[in-house]
């Protein structure tokens, strides 16, 4: 979701506005800060809109990767920019719902400090398994290698979304109970972003991934 900081001056309101206000917004070239390192799927999708927008409004749009704090960095710098709409952001559920609970402090306020622009893609999560270096053909299969030996499949994913959403199946400790059956251990080397975990899948010491993918909205 693009976002930026403050009330109605997006890029929607100079297709609607009164026209002295197209006129002068937007004047010079737009910043579009991705929270998300380059090459990310993130990534792409900005500069997919980024190109579009530049073709509607006639002004360049600048991507920024600012990457970090699973985007609380990114987010933050555009809470602080200039509430002038030259500054957006390309958020997602990570800046906007899962990390609202993951972390005590965050430097900005979600609700007050953007206004949304529009949707720009939908998410849908996948598991994949390198078979070279793990032979399992379903979950059931990953689950009973796993409790087979504790803490020794690493699972590779990106930011803190599939992070959060992880643990009831997976954990970097051994199950507290067995009755919960589905329950596994296993290591998490975090990735700064969707692209280093395909590397990782296919390396030596990552062999479960779980995967976000993107479908233009």
């Not at 579009?52 to 704090?69: D, H, R, T, Y």
């Not at 602080?80 to 005590?104: C, E, H, M, R, W």
């Amino acid at each position: 979701m693009i976002l930026r900081r403050t009330a109605l001056a997006a890029l929607a309101c100079a297709a609607f506005a009164a026209p002295a206000f197209a006129q002068t917004y937007p004047g010079k070239p737009i910043h579009l800060i991705v929270p998300y390192p380059a090459g990310g799927g993130t990534d792409f999708f900005a500069r997919l809109v980024g190109q579009k927008m530049q073709e509607l409004i006639g002004q360049p749009v600048v991507v920024e990767n600012k990457p970090g704090a699973a985007t609380n960095l990114g987010a933050d710098f555009v809470a602080k920019a200039q509430p002038d709409g030259y500054t957006i952001l390309l958020g997602d559920v990570a800046t906007f719902a899962a990390n609202q609970s993951l972390y005590k402090k965050i430097p900005f306020d979600a609700e007050k400090d953007f206004a949304p622009i529009t949707l720009t893609a939908r998410f849908v999560s996948g598991l994949l398994v390198n078979q070279n270096k793990l032979k399992v053909n379903s979950v059931a299969e990953l689950i009973a290698a796993a409790k087979a030996e504790p803490g020794k499949i690493d699972v590779a994913h990106a930011a803190s979304v599939i992070h959060s959403i992880s643990p009831p199946c997976c954990s970097s400790r051994p199950p507290a109970s067995s009755s919960t059956k589905s329950r596994i251990a296993a290591r998490h080397p975090p990735c700064r972003t969707c692209w280093p975990a395909p590397c990782r899948s296919c390396s030596s010491t990552t062999r479960p991934r779980a995967r976000t993918s993107r479908r233009a909205a």
